[in-house]
């Protein structure tokens, strides 16, 4: 059974830094792109970031360009999200997807709140 | 960016019903187009690939289909189940963009 799950969120203060994880089971995680979606507070979904299944390639919103970075460990079939100098709008609930396009797995999400 | 604007915004049905859902993209996105469906409190679940492949385990009365750079999603003999938000997406180009959503209720 494929599993996503997602750890790592919580309350930060603007301008400081989060790094977000996803422990993927049930497949070959270093045969899949992934990504990660995120869904502010009763709004609609928003893709963040995706990376190629060997990390060699990745791909951004222009929104989080320079502030965000995704990254993967095949060896220990986990994903990342390194979130740096964030700011209230990226509050949101932040799931990890596979693939890279037809995002046919989902993590349960988690939630990570900017605020001071 | 791809825009895709989706529609409508929100429905009520009855339960057997046959409800569609619609998704206008700004330019041609060729079958690069997914739907998924997002129950209440629930991560999103895919639905449809490829505008019209149906994803694994999801029931025979969900279809989506291509009209040039319309793409629509069908639900036939709707379901009590079938309540929630469902959104399209486009994979043609970076960035992947959403349709702004279409919540189902159902009567």
């Known amino acids: 059974e494929v599993q996503l799950v997602e750890s790592g969120g919580g309350l930060v203060q603007p301008g400081r830094s989060m790094k977000l994880s996803c422990a993927a089971s049930g497949f070959t995680f270093s045969n899949y792109g992934m990504a990660w979606v995120r869904q502010a507070p009763t709004k609609g979904l928003e893709w963040v970031a995706t990376?190629?299944?060997?990390?060699?390639?990745?791909y951004y919103r222009d929104s989080v360009k320079g502030r965000f970075t995704i990254s993967r460990d095949n060896a220990k079939s986990t994903l990342y999200l390194q979130m740096n100098s964030l700011r209230s709008e990226d509050t949101a609930t932040y799931y990890c997807?596979?693939?890279?396009?037809?995002?046919?797995?989902w993590g349960q999400g988690v939630m990570v709140t900017v605020s001071s | 960016d791809i825009q895709m604007t989706q529609s409508p915004a929100s429905l009520s049905a009855s339960p057997e019903e046959i409800v569609t859902i619609t998704c206008q993209a700004s330019?041609?996105?060729?079958?690069?187009l997914a739907w998924y469906q997002q129950k209440p409190g629930k991560s999103p679940q895919l639905l449809i690939y490829?505008?019209?492949s149906l994803a694994d385990g999801i029931p025979s009365r969900f279809s989506g289909s291509r009209s040039g750079t319309q793409y629509s999603l069908k639900i036939s003999r709707l379901q009590v189940e079938d309540t929630g938000i469902y959104y399209c997406?486009?994979?043609?180009?970076?960035?992947?963009?959403f349709g702004g959503g279409t919540k189902l209720e159902l009567k």
């Open positions: 330019q041609d996105i060729g079958n690069w």
């Open positions: 997807t596979r693939g890279t396009g037809n995002f046919d797995y």
């Open positions: 990376i190629s299944y060997d990390g060699s390639s990745t």
């Open positions: 997406l486009q994979r043609y180009s970076n960035p992947w963009t």
């Open positions: 490829s505008a019209t």
